[in-house]
């Protein structure tokens, strides 16, 4: 792939989670984008925790997820769209730090079905931590197919 | 249980429930606490959404892990905790339309774990739509517990 | 549906179970056909366990498992083929007991993709226990349909 | 870990191994007892297929779900026991091939709750190919715990 091509693909992802209202609740930024591989950021805040101050189980699947569909949506050719069939996470260590990583991966991507290892992780005295580890199972339209 | 136990209980989940800071910043309320039952509603609005105006799926997901883990969190002693182990989700129908609800209802509950049925519905045209459906494990610290 | 078309379908679903090697091994045998829904029983005996003499965990889900698929085969039309995507299995209870039941219940159906109910239960005493409870993704390849 | 040591541990865990009437049934052996890691391998044969001759969902994840468990109590002292919380597996490629392996590999280890990832792979013509790949929930009873 040469450059401009991947410049194309990381600003075709980057305009479709600019219209994603929630990452825009979440002060979410997409801040790696390669071939099957994303990377969302966002600064810990009050207004992300539970009852204990980590981290919501949830704001980390939001991140995993919207990281796992772009990852496949890198894949695939410009005006495709992704849909989540069903994401199961598994959440490890509590969530604490100043900085928060959603990860999606591309494990297998077939004509309708793709499959994402979704991870994530937080920053805490510099060091990063792996909170959530996951997997999610994405459907796949490229333009000109019907829609499932 | 007579109503003042019931209605202590209730207090208590909707106590923690105060302390999420993401509920505020989703504008979510807790609309029904049973034994083993737990309802949450959120207005839809575009803060909510992924690329298609559709309600995020983590958004959902957030929802309904906060439904299950007080679905476990109103049968257990005052003063327990539950931390979510993971949670399964499948998306079944776009979620569109103007009030969220997320459910989490008790399936099994034993000393350590507890086991989940949770649900998403969305209301458009005063009619609700199941949209997302799924299970969680929750693991239970009664006062006294020692921390897994 | 007419009584002659049911029985073509449960015949059409009979036929391609008994196709299946493993429920032979696991004398498996397919107890009721409804449209969207499956049971398979099989009788307990020692080759089922694992080291505590309890059902093994995967035998309960080779059972869920035939029986979400076959639910889901019984709602398409004659020469469609259905392939599991993903499954998610809880297991709620110890599985001990002379009878076995993977039980599979379709809760939406698409043009590609159908969701199903599983659920595992065993009887002991003459009384049945839910052991195993989950959710099941279907790949749905209708006659006509490209293979995904 | 001295070698006398490993060796103990490895034999305890074939011990229970082989005590699982399932594996039998499978014509399963353990072939690879490591710190956290072990394998399950087993020649394909008529008896473990579904209706398209593949090996069927359900064997994999058996081996899948037992290699998992067979992980966790590698790292766990002698007359620990190991129940499975629940199992999520995705099918990534028709699994077919003269040879099977299950494959467990612990993520993480708590007081109470381990993650493990599984793997199930096939031989085909010498090559090896993975076909599902999944993760999974681990009780851990320690000797003097209370059984949870």
């Not at 604490?96 to 990860?103: A, F, Q, V």
Request: charged share 25%.
């Amino acid at each position: 792939m040469t450059a401009t091509r991947r410049t194309r693909k990381a600003s075709y992802v980057s305009e479709s989670f600019r219209s994603q209202g929630i990452m825009k609740l979440l002060h979410a930024r997409i801040t790696r984008v390669e071939n099957g591989f994303v990377e969302i950021s966002a600064k810990n805040r009050t207004e992300l925790t539970q009852q204990d101050g980590l981290v919501h189980a949830g704001v980390l699947a939001t991140l995993m997820d919207s990281a796992g569909g772009y990852a496949v949506l890198s894949l695939l050719p410009p005006k495709s769209r992704v849909l989540a069939v069903e994401f199961k996470i598994n959440f490890m260590r509590p969530a604490s730090g100043d900085l928060i990583r959603g990860l999606g991966k591309v494990k297998r991507i077939g004509k309708k079905i793709a499959v994402c290892e979704l991870q994530a992780t937080v920053r805490k005295n510099k060091a990063w931590t792996s909170c959530a580890w996951g997997s999610q199972t994405v459907y796949c339209i490229r333009p000109g197919d019907a829609i499932g």
